[in-house]
Structures are given as structure tokens and as C-alpha cells.
């Protein structure tokens, strides 16, 4: 075995040397070729760029829109492409001698000057002629037109014959270095077939002489694995001899010992860990239901947002075609063109509140505070629903609304809560019924603005989860609200220094079904309404 040992350590050692030695050459040639390539691609990059600001510069100039800001993205390109360029030459200068080295820096460096000062030359111009145009009227956007058309021609007259130079000296050093691969493999040929039939010798005499005695004692091992493998851990060797097969067969019969124990405890945790994955399935799968729940209703919030925008525009559009049937008269057209304003103040208020809702997801929510009177906030809001609640056959009862109760609140978002939750009201209450307004100061020194409908109630098992965004309840339709009205309208109200409660009842017998939401606001203070101490 040590004889065996030591011949095949010489002969690695002699190999390893040879080895290291042709790939201290090999290493070489391909770093070239890939310091060439890199090149190659830097100067390519660069060029693809410049196409991309000269098209930039064109489309600026000739729509007349004469903004600079469109050339950074691409003269950030081309500046950083020719960086690029510039950090793998100084690689290769650092890596090769001192006399390759400087020869590739200058003349790279020539190029790589040259492409800056003349792109910088034309980035200039370009700017400058940009700016002039804007400053004038259509004949100076002409003449930046032209301007630019100019310096891009002259630009590509001098710098594509340079940048094709600059290319073409890295073609002919990638070529070069293909040429010293080439005769690296011819040279190592006859060596390499005189090392493998020396390879082929050797390895024949140390097996006729030692390996073949070793390897009947080692296909006895090998069977005992292979029995092993098969699921028989209660196979042993006979340990015979105190030679390194004696040892390997005791340390043989340890190990499939070792196994057996092994087996045991992997059937264990085996059978642990396939609990812990039914576990951890299940969760997944009560998260993706979540993540299904949660799309559905962004859908549900879509087709609302188009209902809301589509009734206003019908309406407006009704007038315009009745309007316009006939010869109208004076005062027709003034009738029709206040509904038309009163529907478009509507939708435009409608579209202000989706946007708002938007910025909200966004996390941009913003409360412009000043003193507000409850009272007309709330007349406000219910004007906003009156048209709905009529058509639904619904009443609207403003109970007493004392007018000097006053709040700090941002009056757009305060008048979208309050007029969702009587929209809601609305929408959930039979035709017939009544949707009652309620102002008031409680105990506590806080205003309260009470919403309450005779509608169907919210289940129990509901009304827990109303104010969880996107929850909605298993008896809930398409087309039923916007899904998200009273989780912002409690994070509204809670930016406010308020809180927003509810309750709902479900008609039983002997008790009739409606739903209730309050909304507690700090009073403005005599200090803040009348404006000193700022």
C-alpha cells in the first residue's frame, strides 16, 4: 500500500507541476482574450448609447418639447460605459508588465480621451441649442432643430471613425491572444500523448503488482456496502489481518452499527417533520384563501368606483342629447346646463374622494386643519347622498344641529367619512325607512355625529371585523360599497384625535334591526376658534 501510495503521489506531483505550469500560460492568453472582450463590449455599450442620446436629442428637438431632462438617462449611459472602459484598462495595465502596460495605456487612453472630449463637445452643444430653442419662439426651435441636426452629424463624422479605430485594436488583440491559445494546444499535443502512454504503463505495472490483491478483499467491502445500501443494516465483514483492509473492514462493521441507530432515529424525525409540513400547508393555505379574499374585493372596489363614475356622466350626457333635440330655448339651456354643472361638481367631488382613498393606500395622507362648523359639514355630506336615498325611497332626518359646535378637522376628508357612512346607511336600509342625523356635545366635552338606519343590521359574527380593511361580510354583493369606507374613515377619524364606534342589531322577535355609528370629535377650544395664542 505505501509503495502504491508513494507512486501515485510522484506521479500527481509531476502532473500537478505540469498542470500548473499550463495554466499559468493558459491563464494568461484567456485573461487577454477576456480583457480584449470586455473591451469590445464596453465600446459596443458605448456606441449603443450614443445612438440612444442622438435619438433622444432628435425627439426632443422635433416635437418642440425642448426638455433637457430627457438626454440624462442616456448621457448617464455613455458616461458610465466609458468608465467602464476606462477601469478595465487600468486592470490590464495593472495586471501585465510595466512595458505592455504603458503601451496599452496610451494608446487606450488616446481613444478613450478622444470619445470624452468630442461626446462632451456635442452634449454642449446639444444643451445649448435645446435651451435657446426654448427661449424663442417657432423659428429658434427651428434653428435648435437644425442646431442639434449639425453637431450630431459632425459628431458622427469624427467620433465613429475613432470609435471604429478604438474597436478594431481590440479585435486585433483578441485575435492575437486566439493565436497564442492556438499555439499552446499544438505545443502541449505530443507532450500530452507521451504523458499518457507513460500514464497508461505505470498504472498497469502498480496494478498487476498491488492493486489487484487489494481489490478481491475490496469487492468484499464493496458488496457489504451495496448490501447496505439496500436496507441491510445488520451486514458485517470478517475482519481479518492488521493491515489497512483489516481496519477498514472493523471500522466497516462500525459504521453499518453507526447506520442501524441512524435509521431508527431518522424514521423519528422522519415522521416529525411530516407533521411540521401538514402544519405548515395548512397555514399556507389559510394565507393564500387570505391573499383571494383580499383580490376579490380590490375587484369588488373597481366595479364600484365605475358605478359611482358612470351614473354622474349618464345623467350629464342625458341632458346634453335632450338639450340639444329640438331648438332649445334660453331658459331650457340654463336648466340644463345647471344639472349638468350640479352632476359635474359631483363627479368631480367623487373623483377628488377616489383620489384621496388612492393617496391613502399610498400612505399619503395629509389633514389640512381649520375650524369647521359640524353642522354645515353635515348638511353638506347629506347633500352629496340626498339623490341616492330619494331614489331608494329612503328619508333623511336631521335631528337638532346646533350650529356653534365647532371642531380642528380637515374639512374634505371629515365630509367623505360622514358622507360614507350615510351612504352606507343608505344602501343598507329598506325602501321606506329612514336614515336619522344626530349632533350633539356628550358628557365628556366631545362633539358627536351620530349616523344611524332601520337597514338589515350586521351579523354578530361581523361585527367585529368591520373596521379590518378589505373585510366584507359573507352576506355582502358585488357592488356594495367600496370595501375599504369604514377602516380609513376610523384611521381618519383617529388622525383627528377622535374615535368612531358601532352598533347593529339583526331583527329578532320583538326587536327591530338597524345599525348606529358614532363619531367623537374634540370640541375646537375658545383659544383655537377665535385664533389667538398663535
Known sequence: MAVLVAAVVVTTVAAALVFAWALSVTNHNVAELSSAQRRLEDLSTASSRIGDYALAALQTTESHELQTDRLSLPRKGIQEALERFRQDVAADVARLDLARGQAIESSRGRALAFMKAHFEVLDREVMLAIRNGRNGGEAAQQQAEDKVRASLDYFAGSFGPALGQAIGAERIAAREAEAEMAKLRSRFAPLATLAIAAAAMLAFLLYRWIAMPLLKRMSEVAGAAADITRGR???????GGHDELGLLTRRFNRMAISLARRERRLLAAQSSLQEIVDARTAELRAANERL?????ARRRFFTDVSHELRTPLTVILGEVDVTLRGKPEHGDLVGALATIRARAKRLHRRVEDLL????SESGQLDLELEPIGLAGLVEEACEGVLAAARSRGLTLVAGDMPEDILVEADHEWLRQVIEGLIANAVRHSSAGGEVRLDLAVDRRGRAVVTVADQGEGIPAVDLPHVFERFYRGVS???GSGFGIGLSLARWIVERHGGSISIA???????????TTVTIALPLLTPRLATGTGQ
Do not use: N, Q
Not at 384621496?356 to 393617496?359: D, H, I, S
Open 292 to 296: 383571494s379574499d383580499i383580490d376579490r
Open 504 to 514: 347593529s342589531r339583526v331583527a329578532a322577535p320583538g326587536v327591530k334591526s338597524g
Open 356 to 359: 384621496r382613498v388612492a393617496r
Open 476 to 478: 355582502e354583493k358585488e
Open 233 to 239: 443494516t445488520d451486514i458485517r465483514l470478517a475482519a
